[in-house]
């Protein structure tokens, strides 16, 4: 057994990595707590269900547990309502033996937009996890210092992603740049683990065989590790060549977790790696009773997975990444557009040629909002007939001409300069070095033109070749955490803190549903979880302390003017709920319609007005052209809503955080006199 | 020798009884004595209607139960399901929710009195309890009347009148000066006696924090003198107004008294009520922290004198502002009413305040002497006012949820229940809360206790979080704070219960099920 755990948390990185290095063959990273449910279930599986593998994954002989980051984190607050501090809290006691692994986007960490270096450094210094994975969307390695500083100081271990995709440009070559950006980081191969981010799934077998091998050419002593989606169903070859070429860590998942767009499954990859002669470190008997526990709680999740259903090869040209999958279908199908998905996927696979960068977060959500945003235009304005000519033109574009802006006839050329006209306020930031480097360059000119209109040049010349983190001036931690014990009405403890720095608004709401609901989501079944008690004498267990606690249901009552009664035994005593149905309001959006009105860009969230330099925006304000006026956030992305002249503001009307319909009246100005 | 034993009241007349009380002989004697004495003319009461609602009506029905006295509540609309309804023998509804034309309806509290049988109407605190034509028109319709004399009450509510009385019974009073007319008057009496600001500016018929103005300079007079003359003449339908001396940071101190109708007069020691949010108290306690005995024994002996000079019968209490850094006290006001701490002193004394008052008002004698009185035990107080912690907006609604505090040492007064509704016309306090200890530390955690594991109140916002932080706060448990303790400590007060039990955690659970088996899977979910 003790040869089984051959890492735990508390060793030091030279140590993990010198035992990963002595093993003879390969070890697993379990992404069952993270990846697995990312890619198949929208982020959905609770910690209720996934806390029953934990004592498995005690004594499986795991290298790790991704257990935390990625968008689990975000998805946590929100939609399962339990905080990944909890989380880590709870797994650190049912798992003492396991490395806890989390998945961090280096200046966004668990966010989706760059933060100021002191709030990366407050926040990586106070999650208590060994294993840190930074990637960067864009592969600059100078987004990653201030992680990789504060990690390594801590004595934990800092595992470097390079984002693979398969490109023409994307060569041996150029990822050889990267790995030596990443070791010049991190003064040397000793004590970190380097990790191929193949976030889509789109590795063939020689071509990964063929970058592993480079590196360890280069870097013999480099431990790498293999993280590979299953999208493209060449999973199992392509951790084969892996291992063949020298990769000791491999992630997996449990198989009967294994879907469509998660990870391969564990105990097939076991067997077909040893029957290929390569030994894999594992208890097989503890991960067959893991992928056992599994069937016990995951029909409960049909809800949950994606509405496209099956291996998709063709995603090595969409690029769309495993993560991403679920929840892009997700949004197609409440925005009601899921049958556009199979041109925007065409869109995307076109898309990547013209500007270059890694689709995983935020990248993929800049080229799926960009994506669907111009595909959903078209079909509005001329339904299917105009996102067939819209396909059309940019094959002709790419393909044909490539990419020869030129070579396209002038109406062509004018359709391609309204491209990006209403593309998000964060695929602008992107073309102005916002995020970093990007790896091949920045696009070409009629990109700008196309995104930024007469602004073009200027935008052109503000470009930004330094690092986000050099350029975003610090936070005042004090203020912001001021702020929040305001809005709590008592002091803030550091993890809501740091949720609350990640996500503002949703680490609001997630505060006040835990102030209300307690421990609900940690220790009700998911069956109960989601849909409640049904019938009469329905009861639900639990323990809060030890203490046992039953709850009993006994009926409920008919809907009246609003009002639901429930009437349930709570330890034997009859309590009566009064439940409020939510009632659709019915008030008029009114629409932007006059010359001095501003209407939103976009459907979504206000969830600023004004901007951070002058704060929010009152009547009676002036505000001048060019300035950002509000903010709008919808899937993620955020839209700045920019004056459009110089003005006095007559009305703001909107509240903040209201949410907002495209054309919707945000302001009323009165143009200042010339 | 004799130690009193069971008094048994034979009836003489209608309503009038003798006393007759049997003496036991104390072990050794070896003999029974009977031993008839006469007491004095009793009137004794069998029914009483207790004028008011909520913590006080309820308290006094308590006292009115030991003594097999039976109780009638009147209540207007909304309270019709209240809690001091259901205690009562007997019910009277008297009108709508307005105070106004119910609590505060003379004529229909009369008429139920005698509709109902009552031979008394005890007033309970606020509402009419200081109301001197109340308690002649009460005494008019040949009822009892549970509080001092009318003609005492209408003495003390005129300020000046009163101040003039105690300064002639040689208690100190705060400088000031009576009848002011305007602006000029008070800077010329400023510059007379060497005052120097800031000054408070009263309503002379004002009382409870109502009609009240500080001034910190010339320029702010004018205007001072005149809101208060219009809030007095609203409030109290008389516009005459007094300048005094502001005393910064000043304490409450005030002596309980009780005084029979045969020129008996007994102080229950001091409590400390200095704890105030918009000059209201929220918190006191028995004895005053701030106190040594020679100051303590020179305030009460005050209290006592000034009192007789009054004439003053029945429970009242006498109030001083008391200046720590100087150690003066100055005279404030006497409350010709049951108070609604009186609790405290209860708890440390061992009398109930309520039956003395009855008792004073059927025309018995004092049962003790000043010398009986030994207080040996420290207590705490807290007003639970249904109000927003951080604000102190009332709250209103229904008590989903509510359980009492209980365990050693504990009193709880309370004037609701769990499902009770909390009607928007009233005064917002739902229970009195006091722990009792042998020393204040002791004390002390007692009611920590109580505010932070036993009581639970779900529905309505209540004071509990920031009487919880008053009494958890450095300067509180050293006893060094000043009325205006709450504003200035305001930031670090405002915390909420940070225990919880898991009996709150498994609600918690049990609202969200209950929501989601009504409504099904969520959106955001």
């Not at chain 1, 499986?60 to 990944?84: D, K, Q, T």
């Not at chain 2, 910190?216 to 001072?224: G, R, T």
């Not at chain 2, 219960?497 to 009504?518: Q, R, T």
């Amino acid at each position: 057994m003790s040869d089984v755990l051959f890492v735990t948390p508390g060793m030091s990185p030279r140590e993990i990595v010198d035992r990963v290095r002595a093993l003879p063959g390969v070890c697993f990273t379990s992404t069952g707590m993270r990846d697995a449910g990312q890619s198949d279930y929208k982020n959905r599986l609770r910690y209720y269900d996934l806390a029953t593998l934990a004592p498995y994954y005690n004594r499986m002989g795991l290298f790790s547990a991704e257990c935390h980051g990625g968008a689990r984190w975000h998805v946590g607050i929100m939609n399962r309502r339990e905080s990944p501090f909890d989380e880590i809290l709870f797994l650190r006691e049912k798992m003492p033996n396991v490395l806890l692994q989390t998945l961090v986007r280096e200046t966004n960490l668990w966010g989706y937009r760059p933060y100021p270096k002191n709030v990366i450094e407050h926040v990586v210094r106070n999650v208590d996890i060994d294993v840190w994975r930074c990637f960067s969307f864009l592969n600059d390695i100078r987004n990653m210092r201030v992680v990789a500083e504060v990690v390594m100081k801590r004595d934990r271990l800092f595992s470097p992603a390079i984002s693979f995709t398969q490109a023409d440009w994307a060569d041996n070559k150029y990822y050889m740049s990267v790995v030596k950006d990443i070791v010049a980081l991190c003064g040397g191969t000793e004590e970190i683990i380097l990790t191929i981010k193949d976030m889509a799934g789109v590795g063939s077998p020689a071509r990964i065989g063929s970058l592993v091998d480079a590196i360890k050419q280069a870097y013999p002593d480099m431990v790498i590790q293999y993280h590979r989606h299953a999208t493209d169903g060449l999973a199992l070859p392509a951790l084969l060549a892996a291992a063949r070429a020298g990769a000791k860590i491999l992630d997996v998942e449990e198989d009967s977790l294994t879907r469509f767009y998660g990870q391969a499954p564990m105990l097939a990859v076991q067997a077909y790696l040893e029957e290929s002669g390569i030994p894999v470190h594992l208890n097989r008997r503890e991960a067959e009773a893991a992928v056992q526990k599994v069937r016990e709680w995951i029909n409960q999740y049909h809800w949950a997975e994606s509405p496209f259903k099956g291996s998709d090869h063709n995603v090595l040209r969409h690029k769309m990444p495993g993560g991403a999958f679920p929840s892009s279908f997700e949004q197609a199908e409440k925005g009601g557009f899921l049958h556009l998905m199979p041109a925007i996927l065409k869109v995307m696979s076109l898309y990547n040629q013209i500007i270059k960068y890694f689709d995983v977060t935020p990248g993929s959500q800049i080229t799926w909002t960009t994506c669907s945003g111009i595909v959903n235009r078209y079909a509005k304005a001329r339904g299917e007939a105009g996102v067939k000519h819209l396909t059309s033109l940019l094959e002709r574009f790419v393909i044909a001409k490539n990419q020869d802006f030129n070579a396209m006839d002038e109406n062509e050329q004018q359709e391609l300069l309204k491209l990006f006209r209403n593309a998000p306020g964060d695929f602008k930031n992107l073309l102005l070095g916002q995020y970093g480097k990007l790896p091949m360059g920045w696009p070409d000119e009629w990109v700008y033109k196309s995104a930024f209109g007469r602004e073009w040049q200027k935008a052109m010349a503000n470009r930004e070749e330094e690092s986000p983190l050099d350029l975003l001036p610090d936070e005042d931690l004090e203020a912001e955490r001021k702020k929040l014990a305001e809005e709590l009405g008592r002091e803030p403890n550091e993890s809501e803190f740091i949720l609350y720095l990640m996500h503002p608004k949703d680490a609001l709401d997630y505060l006040k549903f835990k102030e209300r609901f307690g421990e609900a989501p940690y220790v009700l079944p998911t069956n109960v979880w989601r849909e409640g008690l049904k019938k009469t004498g329905d009861k639900v267990e639990f323990e809060i302390n030890g203490k046992p606690f039953c709850i009993e249901l006994v009926s409920i009552g008919a809907e009246h003017e609003g009002i639901i009664h429930v009437i349930m035994r709570v330890n034997n005593k009859m309590r009566v709920y009064t439940v409020h149905t939510p009632r659709v309001k019915k008030t008029e959006v009114r629409m932007a319609k006059a010359e001095n009105e501003v209407g939103s860009p976009i459907n979504g969230t206000l969830w600023r007005l004004g901007n951070p330099q002058r704060g929010a925006i009152k009547p009676g304000d002036i505000v001048h052209k060019g300035e950002e006026i509000a903010n709008i956030e919808a899937m993620k992305m955020e839209t700045a809503v920019l004056a459009p002249y110089d003005a006095q503001v007559v009305e703001v009307s909107v509240k903040l955080n209201e949410v907002v319909k495209e054309g919707q009246l945000l302001f009323v100005l009165q143009p200042s006199e010339q | 020798m004799l130690t009193s034993g069971p008094t048994f009241r034979l009836p003489r007349t209608s309503g009038f009884f003798f006393n007759i009380q049997f003496g036991v002989v104390e072990p050794g004697q070896h003999a029974l004595l009977l031993r008839w004495e006469v007491m004095e003319m009793v009137q004794r009461i069998k029914r009483i209607l207790v004028a008011n609602r909520g913590v006080p009506a309820v308290r006094i029905m308590h006292t009115c139960i030991d003594r097999k006295i039976s109780t009638v509540a009147v209540y207007s609309t909304p309270d019709r399901l209240a809690h001091h309804v259901t205690t009562a023998d007997f019910a009277v509804h008297i009108g709508e929710g307005p105070p106004g034309v119910s609590y505060l309806n003379m004529d229909k509290i009369i008429d139920a009195a005698k509709k109902s049988n009552a031979d008394a109407i005890h007033p309970g605190w606020g509402f009419l309890a200081e109301n001197a034509e109340f308690a002649r028109r009460v005494q008019d319709a040949g009822l009892i009347w549970i509080g001092p004399s009318p003609e005492v009450i209408s003495l003390l509510g005129d300020k000046i009148q009163a101040k003039a009385v105690v300064e002639k019974a040689g208690v100190p009073t705060i400088p000031g000066i009576i009848n002011v007319k305007s602006a000029q008057d008070v800077i010329r009496w400023m510059k007379e006696e060497n005052i120097e600001y800031p000054i408070m500016v009263k309503a002379s018929a004002g009382g409870g924090g109502k009609g009240m103005v500080k001034v910190e300079k010339d320029s702010e007079l004018p205007q001072a003198l005149a809101r208060v003359r219009s809030e007095a003449k609203k409030s109290f339908g008389d516009d005459k107004v007094l300048v005094e001396k502001y005393i910064e940071r000043g304490r409450h101190i005030e002596v309980q008294v009780v005084a029979d109708n045969h020129g008996n007069v007994v102080h229950l020691c001091e409590r400390e009520c200095t704890i105030q949010r918009r000059n209201q108290k929220i918190i006191e306690e028995a004895p005053s922290p701030s106190l040594t005995p020679e100051l303590r024994e020179e305030m009460c002996r005050k209290a006592v004198a000034l009192m007789k000079a009054i004439g003053y019968t029945n429970a009242g209490t006498v109030e001083f502002l008391f200046d720590s850094a100087t150690r003066k006290y100055y005279f404030l006001e006497v409350n010709a009413r049951l108070q609604v701490e009186h609790g405290i002193t209860e708890l440390i004394t061992g009398l109930d305040i309520v039956g003395i008052m009855i008792d004073v008002a059927e025309g018995r004698k004092l049962p003790f002497t000043q010398k009986d009185i030994h207080p040996n035990r420290w207590a705490l107080e807290v007003r639970l006012n249904a109000e927003d912690p951080r604000t102190f907006n009332p709250s209103f609604g229904w008590l989903t949820r509510l359980a009492e505090p209980h365990g050693p040492s504990v009193r709880i007064s309370s004037g609701v229940y769990e499902g009770a509704e909390i009607p928007p016309y009233y005064d917002s306090l739902l229970m009195l809360i006091m722990a009792a200890g042998a020393d204040r530390a002791d004390a002390i955690r007692v009611m920590d206790r109580s505010l932070s594991r036993n009581l639970r109140v779900e529905g309505v916002k209540t004071l509990a979080p920031l009487l919880l932080s008053i009494i958890r706060h450095p300067l509180f448990i050293k006893g060094e704070f000043s009325t205006r303790f709450i504003e200035e400590n305001m930031a670090d007060l405002i915390s909420s219960f940070v225990e919880k039990d898991d009996e709150d955690e498994a609600l918690k659970v049990a609202k969200y099920v209950a929501e989601i088996s009504a409504l099904g899977p969520q959106d955001w979910m």
